[in-house]
């Protein structure tokens, strides 16, 4: 099948340019020897992180306990589950999980250390505080309550302390200049390092990294594993964030006008049920997406399957004429999906069930 | 079960408010002559689509062909495809749907009457041409383009002109004081219909309405039917426009703070992936939902699995509590969710699968 022949609407995956992310990628963690534990929700397929495994990734990252619950039925044998597990059903869900796979787990919270210790049940689970080094969402103070949990997690029965786990969801490679986020996320990290060794008490290892802080992860002193998602894919959020080219970007959602109707915009067959409503980050260029071979085409607002096409004077397109679009936000977009479609050059490969979509819980 | 042993995040449904929103649309319906049309894109449920039937409904609305096939699988056997059919896919898809079910079709150009056409194959298909009345989507201009689509749409075999059919997404409640959207289409809808008189052409028909504009749909002279969505469960952004009270929001998010470990805010287990990234349509408040018994409390950021709430001062949350939080619209969230939760009281009555939810094709 050829690339004119799918239905619309569509998230099509040029194997090529993925194949090339995920090669990149694990040549800069091989290069400096920190650890690749690529986080699954951008992709949600279990071959695929089986693909990162053979390029050498370590381990993978899962955020729900649905995910884990995929990934490991699949095979998937090493895991960090990179969300607090709270709750007597996540509790009996996690230790059916540890029959099928290693899973250490990240946790910011006495609560979560009590549900995580009644999951180990015999097992040991290694887990992970969780710290704030800037991105204000989860993760205790780098200071005395990282210690204070670490204790207690070393004193709950099945729980073993790994060490400390962060996510630099604010740092971007626009952090030089006036930004100097990478360098306050060193430095309290030294410092708790200093405490900890104050105390005494080992930190056995440290897990941080996203996608567009990646290749800054070896300017962070100490840093044994890095857990990027989005970068098997790439959105316009990271071409936003120059941390890859238009070319890099692998996803496109194939779309058809289906009424020009109205002057000045056209309609196409994609909407917030196709792309995600998820706003674009960075940078002040507003809309949806960025439709390839018209970057003045703004996807200026959507219903859930309408997306409205502002056209640059002199533009006229037909019904029926089809447009690949990068969505903002890749990893929103492939939850929206049941297939996505692999291609190269015109031809179609096959299709590929998203097996963890919606894995919400 | 109890709403307290479900798992979270999950997404419940009142099912005494809904019925009392289906029954006061009914109601409304009735006492101006109105038929009622719901569109299923917001439950996305055959079950629910029957109930609308049970209660007076005259057939159902769709979008996509996707969920024109799971309904009419379901058993639902009329049904208006409220968007332009392009391509031969659609119309082989088209045509296998209408061996089960009437389907009428909305469109507004000459490619989509040529695929209506190739679906017809024998059949007789009714036919709307979509006029813009302002909300600027789909629709020729209400002049003598649409007078010239309705003659291409008579001179097409099996195809019926059935009459004239527009989405009112620009009329709200407040459109009076400043507002004179209705007023607005009330003119342009007249001068159409005294161009086809003039021309001699009968408008068997006319079709609108959707869930702001439906208290109004007795004001548009000549209306027969009326297609509304969201009033079966009501969101943030009906109750933003004044459609409905709180009281009348049947679905809410029901979400676990699975973290305070951050000052001044917590984070609840449910983000984009649970309630979608859509914006709240009118008002100047921000956020992504409201959280039930705490107003001031606001769901200011998501990821995906991540929900960012403010806490007013001098409120606290423990890790394992609780929240209900009413998304800002209904229809994106119901999609990205398998299943939803019917309750009454604190009992949970069991759980319905979303069949149609992600039937973007």
Redesign the interface.
């Known amino acids: 099948m050829r690339l004119d022949d799918l239905?619309?609407?569509?998230m099509i995956i040029d194997v090529d340019v993925m194949e090339d992310n995920l090669r990149r990628m694990a040549a800069y963690s091989g290069r400096h020897g920190i650890a690749l534990r690529p986080h699954i929700?951008t992709h949600k397929m279990p071959r695929l992180a089986r693909r990162q495994l053979d390029l050498g990734a370590h381990g993978i990252t899962v955020?729900?306990l649905g995910e884990a619950e995929v990934m490991s039925e699949a095979g998937l044998e090493d895991l960090m589950l990179a969300?607090?597990p709270?709750?007597e059903?996540?509790a009996r869900r996690l230790r059916a999980v540890l029959e099928r796979a290693r899973v250490s787990v990240s946790l910011?919270?006495?609560?979560?250390v009590a549900t995580t210790g009644r999951a180990a049940d015999g097992a040991r689970i290694p887990v992970f505080v969780?710290i704030?080094l800037g991105a204000?969402?989860?993760?205790?103070?780098p200071g005395p309550?990282a210690v204070r949990l670490a204790r207690l997690i070393e004193a709950t029965p099945g729980l073993d302390f790994e060490g400390l786990m962060f996510y630099p969801?604010h740092v971007h490679p626009d952090f030089d200049g006036n930004n100097n986020t990478l360098e306050n996320l060193v430095d309290e990290l030294q410092r708790l390092l200093e405490l900890f060794a104050a105390e005494k008490f080992p930190v056995p290892r440290i897990s941080g990294g996203s996608t567009p802080s990646a290749p800054y992860c070896h300017l962070i002193p100490g840093l044994d594993e890095m857990r990027p998602g989005t970068y098997i894919f790439n959105d316009r959020n990271t071409l936003e964030w120059k941390s890859c080219t238009e070319k890099q970007c692998a996803a496109s959602l194939l779309v058809?006008v289906?009424?020009?109707?109205?002057p000045g915009?056209v309609?196409v067959?994609?909407g917030?049920?196709?792309f995600?409503?998820?706003?674009l980050g960075p940078g002040t260029r507003k809309g949806h997406g960025l439709v390839r071979g018209y970057p003045e085409m703004i996807l200026f607002f959507m219903?859930?399957?309408?997306g409205?096409l502002e056209l640059p004077p002199g533009v006229r397109l037909?019904?029926?004429q089809r447009l690949r679009v990068i969505p903002n936000h890749i990893?929103?977009a492939v939850?929206?999906?049941?297939v996505v479609f692999p291609y190269r050059g015109q031809e179609v490969l096959g299709e590929w069930t998203i097996e963890a979509r919606?894995r919400?819980?």
Do not use: M, Q
Not at 7 to 10: I, K, Q, V
Not at 276 to 279: G, K, L, T, V
Not at 335 to 338: E, S, T
């Open positions: 239905e619309t609407p569509a929700k955020a729900k969300y607090p709270i709750g059903a996540k910011d919270s006495e609560e979560a969780e704030d204000r969402r989860c993760g205790v103070p309550e969801g058809t289906i009424s020009n109707a109205v915009r309609i067959d994609g917030s049920k196709t995600s409503s998820d706003p219903n859930e399957e309408h409205f037909k019904v029926g990893c929103g939850n929206l999906h049941d919606g919400i819980r």
